[in-house]
């Protein structure tokens, strides 16, 4: 029993905190690979497709979005899960 208190302390404290910080996980989920997006895929995609790239038939934007996404998303997650440990840290 003792353990399911602790739980549900740890679960209502995380919700606490996540009512104030929910901003900046939006910002960080959401808005950061729609900018990495433009910045590498649009931008500097539209600079490489100039040069006719050999990417077997696909624009830069095609071949390096599943990429940037799958990036965004690891690093969304190892950050989201390694920031207790990192915040506990003094």
Same mark, same amino acid.
């Given at each position: 029993?003792?353990? &399911?208190?602790?739980? *549900?302390?740890?679960?209502?404290?995380?919700?606490? =905190?996540?009512?104030? !910080?929910?901003?900046? /996980?939006?910002?960080?989920?959401?808005?950061?690979?729609?900018?990495?997006? &433009?910045?590498?895929? *649009?931008?500097?995609?539209?600079?490489?497709?100039? =040069?006719?790239?050999? !990417?077997?038939?696909? /624009?830069?934007?095609?071949?390096?979005?599943?990429?940037?996404?799958?990036?965004?998303?690891?690093?969304?997650?190892?950050?989201?899960?390694?920031?207790?440990?990192?915040?506990? !840290?003094?």
């Amino acid at each position: 029993m003792d353990s &399911v208190r602790r739980t *549900v302390a740890v679960v209502g404290w995380q919700a606490h =905190s996540f009512r104030r !910080l929910w901003r900046g /996980s939006i910002t960080t989920s959401f808005l950061n690979p729609i900018f990495f997006l &433009v910045s590498i895929g *649009v931008l500097l995609g539209s600079l490489i497709d100039e =040069s006719n790239p050999n !990417l077997g038939g696909l /624009s830069y934007l095609q071949f390096v979005a599943p990429a940037l996404l799958a990036t965004t998303a690891m690093q969304t997650a190892a950050s989201v899960t390694t920031f207790p440990v990192r915040a506990g !840290l003094k």
